[in-house]
């Protein structure tokens, strides 16, 4: 079994790449940890209790950063809906949150399976860059670490110039992306046009008539919504899933290079953009593998093995 260490402020796309990897076969999930973003740290903490208990797992959730390091939080009610979850109000669920913080929980995760964990970061990197400062060491302790987060070379998606998990916080992703450690950016274009859910996909989907499936759809409508009238996609983006489908079987990346990525923190017009020094021109040693171009096709059946039992 691989392990899994999951960073989300679960909304409606965590909710999916959360139960992507709860139901993979060969992954176990080691711990969840909650940040604020997408929606604040307690209603973040309970749509991620929720989906664990959805896929009948006690995975341990530990609630995380309340606010970005120097930021105002800034919460995405207006894609996922005024509980995060398209409005679909899930029931509280049982489980409790754990009462350890999630930066000490992962501090001790990877101290105890040095180099075996492999670490999702699904939202803002505040809790990635808190354990950091205070453990360096876990640079060489984590296996992979796979970034949804930034836009290479391409349009933002909360601004012009900036994807929102990185526009959230961008000191913390700053510090993570310089810390070292084996860091894989899925930004946020790898889900638009064609890698959207579309509508074939969509009713193909909910023709499985499976819990997991019905989920996956009704957290996300106000996303289908939204990003259709807003971003003018057509039809359902899944940036987080994308992203955990590429950590379970990197075989689904077509390209992929390693280059210097560096974060805007200063300038308000492109603040939180991750720029790529794509042709070397900074002759700074590249720190960060950024990935180009996925299967489309095979990351939706990904998707769709895990929705069909």
Request: net charge negative; with cysteine.
């Given at each position: 079994?691989r ?11 965590d ?22 973003g ?18 009948g ?5 530990y ?14 009610y ?6 995060g ?9 049982k ?20 180099g075996?964990?492999?670490l999702?970061?699904?939202g ?15 640079s ?17 998606n ?9 526009w959230?916080?961008p ?44 989920f ?33 079987d ?44 996925i ?15």
């Open positions: 079994m392990r899994f260490w999951i960073d989300t402020d679960t909304a409606s796309d909710a999916v790449a959360i139960l992507m990897a709860l139901r993979w076969p060969d992954v176990h999930v080691e711990g969840i940890s909650t940040v604020a997408n929606v604040p740290l307690e209603m973040c903490s309970q749509n991620a209790r929720y989906t664990v208990e959805l896929c797992k006690e995975t341990p959730v609630e995380g950063a309340a606010q970005p390091l120097l930021r105002e939080p800034f919460w995405a207006f894609f996922h809906g005024p509980d979850m398209g409005g679909m109000n899930y029931p509280e669920p489980l409790p949150a754990q009462e350890t913080h999630a930066v000490d929980a992962m501090i001790e995760a990877f101290r105890k399976y040095p075996e964990i492999t999702v970061t699904l803002p990197l505040t809790n990635i860059a808190l354990a950091l400062g205070i453990a360096p060491d876990l060489r302790k984590i296996e992979a670490c796979y970034v949804m987060g930034g836009a290479a070379n391409t349009v933002g909360i601004t012009p110039a900036a994807e929102y998990n990185i959230v916080d000191e913390a992703a700053r510090q993570v992306y310089h810390a070292g450690l084996p860091l894989v950016q899925v930004g946020w274009e790898l889900c638009r046009g064609e890698a959207n859910l579309l509508e074939a996909d969509l009713d193909y989907i909910d023709s499985l008539d499976t819990v997991y499936g019905h996956t759809v009704d957290c996300n409508r106000q996303a289908i919504q939204t990003n259709r009238e807003w971003l003018g996609d057509p039809a359902l983006p899944l940036p987080d899933p994308v992203t955990m489908a590429v950590a379970l990197p075989g689904i990346v077509v390209r992929q290079s390693k280059h210097y990525v560096d974060v805007e923190t200063d300038s308000e017009l492109t603040r939180g953009m991750t720029v790529v020094d794509e042709r070397g021109v900074t002759k700074q040693e590249p720190n960060v593998e950024v990935v180009w171009e299967d489309v096709p095979a990351w939706k059946e990904i998707l769709y093995q895990v929705l069909r039992a």
